[in-house]
C-alpha cells in the first residue's frame, strides 16, 4: 500500500514541478532550502506578532483596551505582539471618515451596491448581464444621492468624507472617468490634424512631466479661478479633476502602444472594405489595441489608486491620512506598525484583485503569443 501510494506521489505533476524547478540541481536545492527557511523565519515571527500574541480588544488580563497604555506589549514589554485595539476602536473613521454615526447606512448601502454595479464591466458570462450594465450607469446617481444627500435624506458634505470611502471615490471615479478620455488623447495623438495632435500631445507631455502633487496644489488653487462667480468646488472635486487628469494622460499612452501595435494591414484591408474611419477605429482597430494595452492600463490603475493618499496634502484625509491622524491621537501614539500594516493590508487587496484580473483577462483573450 505504502509502495503505490509513493509511486503515485512520484508521478504526480505537482512532484515533478518541484523537482524541476527547486531541486533541479544542487545549487537550486541549497538555494530552496535557504529560501524555506528564510519563509519559515519570517512567517512564523510575523504570525506570533499579528496573530498569536496579539491584542485584539482585550489584554491578556482581560480588560478591555482604551489606550496604548492598556496594550500588553506595553504591560509587559516584549512578550507580546501586536495592539489591534487600535484598529477597532478608530474602524468606523477608517471606513467612513468623519461621516456622522447615525448616517453611515447610508455608506454601507453604497458600499454594498458597488460589486453589482462592476461585475456586469467585468464579467460578460454571467446571468441578466444586461440588466447589470444598466445598473452600472445608474449607480453613479445612486451613490451621490446616498452619499451627499438630497430630498428626503439630510445632506453630508464631502468634508467630512474620510478613510476608505475617499480612497474608493478617487479611485473608482478617478478610474472611470480616465478611461474614456485616455482613449481621446490617444487617438488624437496619432490623428493627421496638426492642430488635434498638437494639443494631445502638449497635455499628455505637460500632465506626464508634472508630479501629481503640483497638480492637487493647483486644482486645490486655480480651479476656481476658471468657473464663474459664485461657483466654488469643495476640495474633493478639485482633488478628483487632478486625478482623472492625470491618470488619462499616463492611459493614453498606454492605449498609444496598443494602437502603434497594430499592423498596419488591418487599417489597409478595412479600408479595402468600405469602412470609414470612425467604423475601423471602432470595430477593428480600438479592440485590438485595448487588449494587447491591458497590462499596462491595469498597471497605471494600480497607481493611481495608490496615489490617492497624496491628496492629504490638501487637507483630505483618505485611508493613509485617518491612520497618520489616530497616531497623532496622544491615546494611540507610537502604534506605528499596526496602523501601517492595516493599510497596507487594504491597499495589498484592492491592488492584488485588480492585478489578478488583469491575468485574467490576458488568459481570457489570450493576449500573450507563447
Partial sequence: MSTTLTSNFI??????????????????????????????????????????????????????????????????????????????VRWDQFMYGFYPIEEIWRVNFVYALLPLAIVGILFD????????????????????????????????????????????????????????????????????????????????????????ITLLFTANVMLPLFLPDGVNPDNLLRALVAVTLFQSAYMAEAIRGGLQAIPRGQLEAAQSLGLGYWQTTRKIILPQALKIAIPPIVNTCIGLFKDTSLVLIIGLFDLLG???????????????YEVYVFISLVFFIFCFGMSRYSLYLEKKLKTDNS
Fill in 11 to 88: 508521478h504526480n505533476k505537482y512532484y515533478k514541478w518541484i523537482v524541476k524547478n527547486l531541486f533541479s540541481s544542487w545549487v537550486n536545492s541549497i538555494l530552496t532550502i535557504i529560501a524555506l527557511i528564510f519563509v519559515y523565519e519570517v512567517g512564523s515571527f510575523f504570525l506570533n506578532w499579528a496573530i498569536f500574541e496579539a491584542d485584539f480588544r482585550t489584554n491578556f488580563q482581560g480588560e478591555v483596551i482604551t489606550d496604548r497604555i492598556l496594550c500588553s506589549k506595553n504591560i509587559v514589554p516584549g512578550e507580546y505582539g501586536a495592539c489591534w485595539a487600535i484598529i477597532y
Fill in 125 to 212: 458570462k454571467i446571468p441578466y448581464r444586461r440588466f447589470f450594465i444598466y445598473f452600472t450607469f445608474i449607480y453613479p446617481f445612486i451613490a451621490y444621492f446616498m452619499l451627499y444627500g438630497g430630498p428626503g435624506i439630510s445632506v453630508v458634505g464631502t468634508n467630512k468624507w474620510g478613510g476608505l470611502l475617499v480612497t474608493l471615490f478617487l479611485g473608482v471615479t478617478g478610474i472611470a472617468l480616465a478611461f474614456p478620455l485616455s482613449i481621446i488623447l490617444a487617438l488624437g495623438r496619432r490623428s493627421k490634424m496638426p492642430i488635434i495632435k498638437t494639443m494631445c500631445v502638449v497635455f499628455i507631455e505637460f500632465i506626464r512631466g508634472v508630479p501629481l
Fill in 322 to 336: 485617518i491612520g497618520r491622524a489616530a497616531l497623532s491621537d496622544m491615546t494611540w501614539t507610537k502604534l506605528y
